[in-house]
């Protein structure tokens, strides 16, 4: 059954429901993929510090002052990059965690609209099927 201007509300509604279903994924395959760049980003820094400390040792046993110098001045920052790249992939896994919450609400509210519009359709099925039956008995009424 069409309103004015031919629009059905939950038709509309439902449209925008999947449209905010589909923003919704896109948004966390965003996250996801930020969250696994990140996630990359951490691992390779903490896998710097073994070797290069294994680099700075076989310089300091070589006698290389510069090198060692060099690792003496590098590991500050290492420690530093690492402990960043450890916050920025919490960071996303945070924001992925609510991207998959803001999934899981638009999935929740298109189903919602979908039922709404199913429950009204069995009511308009029931409804017609109220009105036949009114009329074979109607009918019924007037041939006795």
């Known amino acids: 059954m069409s309103r004015r201007g031919g629009r059905d509300p939950l038709a509309v509604l439902e449209r925008l429901r999947g449209m905010e279903v589909e923003a919704a994924r ?29 680099v700075g040792q076989a310089s300091v ?14 590991l500050p920052q290492a420690l530093r990059q690492r402990e960043a790249a450890q916050q920025q992939a919490a960071g996303t896994a945070a924001l992925a965690e609510n991207a998959r919450q803001a999934l899981a609400e638009a999935r929740a509210a298109e189903r919602a609209v979908e039922q709404l519009r199913g429950g009204r359709e069995a009511l ?17 009424r007037r041939r006795r």
Request: glycine share 8%; hydrophobic share 50%; no cysteine.
């Open 26 to 54: 896109r948004a966390l395959g965003e996250r996801l993929a930020a969250q696994e760049a990140a996630e990359v980003r951490a691992a390779e820094a903490a896998e710097a510090l073994p070797r290069e400390a294994s």
């Open 61 to 74: 046993g070589q006698a290389s002052v510069g090198q060692a110098a060099d690792y003496a001045r590098w």
């Open 124 to 140: 308009r099925v029931a409804r017609r099927e109220r009105a036949a039956g009114a009329v074979l008995d109607d009918a019924g």
